[in-house]
């Protein structure tokens, strides 16, 4: 018996994560890493956390949170999330909102809602790695977002076929793996794409709280419901997650859109795990109306000052030849090697000889191409270990550039 022949043909496309195989050297006091994309627990709101647990389970509130809830969420969650919404442009009712385990079961669900076989996904070069593994069950093709290029929506169609183009997925700020943020413009021109192929835009926002410098810029769903006057008529699906902001662990993300999307979005989640954990969706509703903003202002205080650490530590110990995004937010800064170097060897270098981890480039890539990249993160690490990990990585990008 091989109980592997019997596996589906979606199987095929499903492989293991290189940023969840990372984290355990986490696990590793020796090892400084830049590898995960992980929220300093310091951060994380405990006291308020336990507050809300105690209040959600006391007062006979333990019947309603620990019981079987609705698919749709929590409804006061529900309508904290669309007031928010709302003060980002995005006008919307509680109904247009469904609770996930995390965006990450979000963008399942969107695979699982749009693509069959042989459909194509546009996605950006790179791209989220998690949103190719949640895709790649659904056996699409890939094809590369252009935002303000060259190519036509003809192109894209033709490419496509005998499929056609289903969605647009991008992450429009702070991108993960790039940190790189699309301007207005590049959005309109998404939004005009996904016109002419009549085809959806799931805009990835779990680093959307997380800005540091400069104006903030309207979120897709907010340019086309200016556009077209109401969330109803919209094809963009909004995704948000509180696992960047108060906590990953109790996996709380969001998604909102037009209403026909979430009726059959609730289908999924009904048929998948019925609904989010309720005790977790009213502790997340607790905490995010005791001082939300206040709360944010706290992270961003030291993510920028982190960023701002890598960025002038890149300066001080990177060779020639070595360039990195400088982002406006989020978690991440990207940084392209000369051209035949590999991201994956220099990791296996790096390890054995510096003890210093990130997250090779090329995963990121739907064609895996993109191996003379790599991906930092700044949000775990303290300050000195940035300044450390950076002068670590210098060092081995200096060996590896220098002729024998």
Aim: net charge neutral; aromatic share 8%.
């Amino acid at each position: 018996m091989s109980l592997p022949n019997l596996f589906a043909t979606r199987i095929k496309g499903m492989k293991a994560s290189e940023i969840r195989e990372l984290l355990k050297l986490l696990d590793q006091p020796d090892i400084i890493s830049f590898a995960g994309g992980i929220p300093d627990p310091a951060l994380f709101p405990v006291e308020k956390f336990q507050a809300a647990m105690a209040k959600v389970l006391g007062g006979g509130n333990h019947a309603a949170s620990l019981q079987y809830s609705t698919s749709e969420g929590h409804k006061p969650l529900r309508e904290w999330i669309a007031a928010e919404m709302g003060r980002i442009g995005i006008a919307c009712t509680p109904d247009n909102i469904l609770i996930t385990s995390g965006s990450q079961q979000a963008l399942d669900y969107l695979g699982k809602l749009f693509l069959s076989p042989g459909d194509t996904a546009l996605v950006g070069w790179p791209t989220y790695l998690g949103a190719l593994g949640a895709f790649n069950a659904y056996e699409p093709r890939y094809d590369r977002l252009q935002p303000g290029g060259n190519r036509s929506a003809q192109d894209y169609a033709a490419q496509a076929a005998p499929g056609r183009v289903k969605f647009a997925y991008l992450s429009v700020d702070f991108a993960n793996p790039t940190g790189v943020t699309l301007t207005q413009t590049e959005r309109e021109q998404v939004l005009d794409l996904a016109e002419e192929l009549d085809c959806a835009v799931i805009e990835d926002a779990a680093y959307q709280s997380l800005r540091y410098d400069g104006p903030a810029i309207p979120p897709i769903l907010s340019l086309e419901i200016a556009r077209k006057g109401s969330i109803d008529a919209c094809r963009t699906v909004y995704c948000g997650s509180f696992s960047k902001t108060l906590s990953p662990g109790l996996r709380i993300g969001w998604v909102c859109a037009a209403k026909p999307v979430i009726s059959q979005m609730v289908l999924l989640k009904q048929a998948g795990d019925l609904h989010t954990p309720t005790l977790n969706q009213m502790a997340i509703a607790e905490v995010a109306n005791d001082d939300f903003d206040g709360h944010i202002e706290q992270v961003r205080a030291l993510y920028r000052s982190r960023r701002d650490r890598m960025l002038a530590a890149l300066e001080r110990h990177m060779p020639a030849g070595v360039e990195w995004t400088r982002p406006e937010g989020g978690m991440f800064v990207w940084l392209t090697l000369p051209k035949g170097m590999d991201g994956a060897e220099l990791l296996a270098q790096a390890l054995r000889t510096e003890k210093v981890a990130f997250v090779p480039g090329g995963a990121f890539f739907a064609d895996g191409s993109g191996r003379n990249s790599l991906r930092l993160n700044f949000s775990s690490p303290s300050q000195q270990a940035i300044d450390e990990g950076i002068a670590r990585l210098g060092r081995v990008l200096t060996a590896a550039l220098t002729p024998a």
